[in-house]
């Protein structure tokens, strides 16, 4: 599961060429991406990610915490974090007060910064090829696309992305060779949930969030 939602990180992080003296701009591009169209909105996304942790290799090797800002800037602003929290805490939500969820909400959006951030330090350049564009029928739609790692077989990965009211996508899964990243994380955190309740999970989120961003190799 680990080495999926690795792979499924690095890609959705592959336009923006920025340095990290220049990270207004790069907020000023996130915004301005297209997010009525989910293909260009994962594409431009990604092409920025990937782009600037290329240009800021040198200051990321020594010092990964910069990573965060990276994911923060770049990445966090397409994810609809709250619905993905939502869809964890399921049968839970309803159990749960407005006050209780918007702190679970920032603990796991702080909770997935870090988790990217981590992954990210695996970024070695892989390639990515995103596939055509599909016809859109209804709210929800999957962005498919390959990573191509030389040497490794070439590894299918699709991005669940949903339109809100407004009409603007954003993504809240990834599937990696069939496997669900939200489901995975919904099993996990729904069983702590029932056994520790909503409030010892939000703190053990906060607290897995702040641990220093260690670098990870590909086994």
Not at 17 to 44: G, H, I, M, R, W
Not at 52 to 78: D, G, H, M, T, Y
Not at 110 to 124: D, N, P, S
Request: proline share 5%.
């Amino acid at each position: 599961m680990i080495k999926v939602l690795s792979t499924a990180v690095l890609v959705l992080g592959l336009c923006s060429v920025p340095t990290y003296a220049n990270t207004a701009s790069n907020q000023k591009a996130v915004e301005v991406v297209n997010k009525q169209d989910p293909f260009e909105l994962v594409k431009v996304v990604a092409d920025g990610l990937f782009k600037r942790i290329a240009n800021e290799q040198s200051a990321i090797s020594k010092n990964p915490e910069l990573l965060r800002l990276v994911v923060e800037e770049q990445l966090a602003p397409s994810i609809n974090h709250k619905f993905a929290a939502a869809k964890v805490l399921g049968p839970h939500f309803k159990n749960s007060s407005k006050e209780q969820r918007a702190q679970f909400y920032e603990a796991f959006r702080e909770y997935l910064i870090a988790t990217y951030a981590g992954i990210l330090t695996l970024y070695k350049d892989q390639k990515v090829i995103f596939e055509p564009a599909s016809p859109i029928k209804g709210k929800r739609v999957r962005v498919k696309v390959r990573v191509l790692d030389e040497g490794r077989p070439d590894i299918p990965i699709a991005f669940v992305l949903r339109k809100n009211k407004k009409g603007e996508w954003a993504a809240y899964d990834m599937v990696a060779q069939g496997i669900s990243v939200l489901n995975s994380k919904t099993k996990e955190l729904q069983g702590l949930i029932r056994q520790q309740g909503i409030e010892s999970v939000t703190q053990l989120l906060l607290e897995k969030a702040a641990k220093p961003i260690q670098v990870k190799k590909i086994s």
